[in-house]
T-cell receptor, first 113, second 115 residues
Framework: AQSVTQPDIHITVSEGASLELRCNYS??????LFWYVQSPGQGLQLLLK??????LVQGIKGFEAEFKRSQSSFNLRKPSVHWSDAAEYFC???????????FGSGTRLQVQP | NAGVTQTPKFQVLKTGQSMTLQCAQD?????MYWYRQDPGMGLRLIYY???????DKGEVPNGYNVSRLNKREFSLRLESAAPSQTSVYFC??????????????FGPGTRLTVL
């Protein structure tokens, strides 16, 4: 079955530290890849997306993600985390031949002062 | 543009009661979706509508029905609510570019509690 895995349920980083959130997906063909962020009690906001081309994509709020075909991964990174980045982050994939998103279970980010 | 709007924002039901969650989008998107979000499980697809007049089941359709009223509106109905349907429900619409899938835009969600 097609699936998306976010192996880290909860991550805590210090403000100013770098961040990497992991995402792996099943299936061989290159799908469409997304990262969304959800603040408490809020809806989902798109951070960035990858369809094709350059495997390093830039998003909003200083985030970037790198697609690695050989590892079926699409990890999210930020060089310096701000307290306002505390939220839940979801990796999502549109697998080939489908139009709906398949979501990972999410990673909750806590930022320490 | 308001984007994707949902009503109500909060709802408490008793087991066996029925209700309809409303969703509308003003972005002229063809495809619309209903997801539910439960702790530790991400969002799971309940139903979707690829275009006006069509609906299809997603991953967790049992206990739900949908209606694509027109291009703008896509409603989700719980005929006989159960405690297992306590969740946060999100509606989304899909932007396409050149006929290809692009970005889904989400509404603010409806928090439903079934007692």
């Amino acid at each position: 079955a097609q699936s998306v895995t976010q192996p880290d349920i909860h991550i805590t980083v210090s403000e100013g530290a770098s961040l990497e959130l992991r995402c792996n997906y099943s299936y061989g063909a290159t799908p469409y890849l997304f990262w969304y962020v959800q603040s408490p009690g809020q809806g989902l906001q798109l951070l960035l997306k990858y369809f094709s081309g350059d495997t390093l994509v830039q998003g909003i709020k200083g985030f970037e993600a790198e697609f690695k075909r050989s590892q079926s991964s699409f990890n999210l990174r930020k060089p310096s985390v701000h307290w306002s980045d505390a939220a839940e982050y979801f990796c999502a994939v549109v697998f080939t031949g489908r139009r709906a998103l398949t979501f990972g279970s999410g990673t909750r980010l806590q930022v320490q002062p | 543009n308001a984007g994707v709007t949902q009503t109500p924002k909060f709802q408490v039901l008793k087991t066996g009661q029925s209700m309809t969650l409303q969703c509308a989008q003003d972005m002229n998107h063809n495809s619309m979706y209903w997801y539910r979000q439960d702790p530790g499980m991400g969002l799971r697809l309940i139903y979707y509508s690829a275009s006006e007049g069509t609906t299809d089941k997603g991953e967790v359709p049992n206990g739900y029905n949908v209606s694509r009223l027109n291009k703008r509106e896509f409603s989700l109905r719980l005929e006989s609510a159960a405690p297992s349907q306590t969740s946060v429900y999100f509606c989304a619409s899909l932007q396409t570019r050149g006929g290809r899938t692009d970005t889904q835009y989400f509404g603010p969600g409806t928090r439903l509690t079934v007692l």
